[in-house]
């Protein structure tokens, strides 16, 4: 086993399938049994899942909405998404805990590193929705600081793509993978694996990113017993 703790960010784009918005029961069944299967090996597990499929602040701001009052209802949407995974974890037998940066009882309570922890060594899964409770900061920068509060070994980035290239590979098929990368290359290079704070915060608190293709089957599992199939972002 490679990791203790990690912190799995998913995008909320991930969960449509292949519809065009909303939820696949596909997928998230798919991304529930690789959470099973790891929490099964013992791994400390936090999860942080974007709302993109439902809402971005962003686009709200872009059409004239108020920019905090669009970010809020992103935090809202990560939170739809936080509960369905919940459901279904707890479907198929994971003990899970919500928690959120938005403190809405009775649903969920608020997030504390504490109670986070607690409950990660209860060998809970630890879904944490609501961002970071304020405007202005992205899911990716909700995810490193949890990762960070929690003492996560590395962020575990579930994308559709199989790591980090040097163009876009469904764009241009002469892109070519990185299978390593520093902070300060990636920075360098103009790589877009996170958001810049979050990608600050990752490299001043030398808390790794490792970015993967969570939609092929089995692979959260190669991941955190070591098997090298993403990219790793490091020191």
């Known amino acids: 086993m490679k990791y203790k ?23 998230l069944s798919q991304y529930a049994n690789e959470i099973k299967q790891a929490n099964e090996k013992g791994i400390e597990i936090a999860i942080v899942i974007g709302g993109g499929n439902i809402y971005r602040g962003l686009q709200g701001a872009a059409k004239g909405m108020d920019r905090v009052q669009g970010d809020y209802m992103g935090m809202l949407a990560t939170l739809i998404n936080s509960l369905a995974l919940q459901a279904e974890l707890e479907k198929q037998g994971v003990k899970t805990t919500l928690l959120s940066g938005l403190g809405i009882e009775p649903i969920c309570k608020e997030m504390s590193r504490k109670r986070a922890v607690e409950e990660l060594e209860k060998g809970n899964v630890v879904i944490i929705g609501g961002g970071t409770g304020n405007p202005f900061f992205t899911t990716d920068t909700a995810s490193t600081l949890r990762a960070i509060e929690i003492k996560a070994d590395v962020i575990l980035k579930g994308t559709r793509v199989d790591g980090v290239y040097t163009a876009d590979p469904e764009k241009d ?17 103009k790589l877009k694996i996170m958001d810049l ?26 991941v955190v017993m070591g098997e090298n199939i993403g990219t790793l972002i490091t020191k």
Request: glycine share 6%.
């Open 5 to 27: 703790r990690i912190l799995l960010k998913l995008s909320g784009e991930s969960l449509m399938g292949e519809n065009d918005y909303g939820i696949s029961p596909k997928m």
């Open 173 to 189: 098929k002469n892109a070519t993978k990185y299978e390593m990368l520093s902070f300060d290359e990636a920075l360098t290079k």
């Open 197 to 222: 704070t979050a990608f600050a915060l990752c490299q001043e608190n030398n808390l790794p990113i490792y970015v993967f293709d969570m939609n092929k089957e089995g692979n959260l599992q190669k």
